[in-house]
């Protein structure tokens, strides 16, 4: 099994830091890698010709979504969201595949990283390799490293994480949308703002995208908390 991770948020807390930290993984068979790179390959080519939306480009959900970077000189109205949302959303119900998206919220959470990384790994354990994008990598190794040390983690991955750019993996950007869409979610069921310049029925247009086939979504709130 190949596990791609991506995250949504960030892990610290202090002045400016998020409310939550979210990583979602994508689950697929070994076998039908080179499945999975030709469908979401088609899919890329098909928004090209429908929304203009570069192929080649990386697909970065936030980024796309505050029309910044790459995507600030795109001309995308919200039909434009939408229609790039239905077409990930159709990906996901296709299969076999796996999305699991898991939130903490990090009120009351020391180390949200560690949390939400043992959540993913302790969920259908067994022999499979872990990808993530550049980052984060070094210390998610060395959090594997310590739960397995400690017994909190009995089926570490093979090689334990290994590093790829996420401009080289449709995989791990499939997960950057789902990391953003539950990040989104988390927001809007605490209350909590998002960016201002996130347009509230492009967002809502992402969290549909949260539920349904081959999806879960899971937040973790630590107890006492609301």
Known sequence: ???YLDESGD???GDGASRFFVLTSVRIQADS???????IGKCRAELEV??????RRELHTRAILLRKGPFAGLNFGKEYISQLTRAVGQLADEGPIEIRTVVIDKKGEAQPLRA??????????????????RGRVPRMRQLIRLAEASGKLHNPPVERL?????KDSALVQL??????????RACLEAGYPVHARIDRDEAMA????????NRTYCLIRPEGTA
């Open 33 to 39: 890698w080179a499945h999975w790179e030709k469908r």
């Open 50 to 55: 429908a929304i203009n939306l570069p192929a």
């Open 162 to 166: 290994l590093e790829i750019e996420s």
């Open 11 to 13: 892990d610290g807390h």
């Open 206 to 213: 992402l969290i549909k995208e949260t539920e349904g086939a």
């Open 116 to 133: 939400a990384l043992l959540a993913q790994m302790a969920h259908r354990p067994g022999v499979r390799l872990d990808i993530s994008d």
């Open 1 to 3: 099994e190949l596990m």
């Open 175 to 184: 997960a950057d949308f789902f990391a953003t869409a539950g990040y989104l």
